[in-house]
């Protein structure tokens, strides 16, 4: 691993700057000092909505946030968000799953709870609540479905990248390898149901297999299970369409991913959402109700006449630059900006803001590509590779 420059290195403070790089184009900086003395650094960029277009754009393997384009249109800043592959790092042939995501009005991942997301069609960028049930078509037959951690009864039940569970094992070569835990992994139907194993296939999801015996959920992108009474006329090889998710449908050109929650204005607020939008084990609160839950975040914001995509910095393990938590993180952002709404996308090391004016310009978390080794992968220039990008162009 090459030496790395001071400011990546230590989290060392910046200075404070505000540079317009076009008209309805303001990006800035400044460092701050929490509780306990405690550091980070701000980073936004403040982007007249009227002016610019917004596209989610996704990879099918994940790739630096610099390299996220458009053919047709120039990129002018781009954020990372809330969509993730959650992997299993022993698991062969290599298995990665999406979060919540609809790409091209495509699902590729259905919510078990209702979720909140950003939504981007011809060049807007909306808000919205993905509910945990709806309906669909299935070949030419319409059912009702509903995620696994929902209260509403449904033809169907939707188990996918949420009912897994991730654990770690401890290797000679790499002490934090992630594993998903075998009593997840498969999905099991009683007696006069069926279990149907879906897969992605070029941007679809296709009916692959029709079970009545555990399927094993590492195989399929997301498993339904109903009455085998309703599948008569379902075959191998029927795709889904006519996807609704409680009154919100879904059309050719539609991009959903999913955040991690909405931030609120308030914190009964944030706490209100931090318990519906996230899963935890019964009887536990979700971790970012803690304090000591500190951390880098990105979060995409819109005020009465920009979007703003925004992150703070963190050094994990390191005293005094572990980040920030999620109510500190709350005041903060109401401190500058009135916002109308708030997303949090993927917290951690993901977290990365590009500019473009003349050059692209990276900011975020010392352009690490890994945490999970002994020593973590220096990229020097890009950082971690990621499955999702939220961009803004002209």
Known sequence: MPDLPDSHARLMPIETQKRELARGLIFSQESIVLENERKTNLYW????????GFQLVTSTTPIPLVNYDLSDKKVVAAINFGSFFLSDDLHSPEVAFYNLLIKNGEVFQFPSNCRSALKTESGRLSELLVADNGTLKLGNITFSWSGSNSLVEAELTVFGMFDLTIGKISLDSDPTRRRILKETRFVSCNHGQVLLGFNLVDGKPI????????????????????????????KVGD??????????????????????????????????????????????????????????WNVVMETANNIIFYINDARPKIKGQEGMSVFELQDVLKSRFDYLWACVGDSGQSSKLLIKSDIAEIYGNMHYQNYRGLAPTWDGNNGRPVPVALLAYE
């Open 45 to 52: 960029v403040e982007i007249d909505k009227n002016r610019f």
């Open 239 to 296: 795709s889904i369409s006519a996807l609704k998710c409680g009154a919100g449908n879904f059309h050719q050109g539609d991009e959903v991913c999913s955040a991690s929650f909405s931030l609120g204005k308030s914190k009964a607020e944030l706490v209100k959402n931090l318990r519906e939008q996230l899963l935890y084990p019964v009887g536990s609160q979700p971790k970012p109700m803690s304090n000591d839950y500190l951390k880098s």
């Open 207 to 234: 009916l692959k297999k029709i079970y009545k015996h555990p399927l094993d959920l590492t195989e399929f992108a997301f498993v339904f299970r109903g009455s085998d009474k309703i599948f008569n006329n379902v």
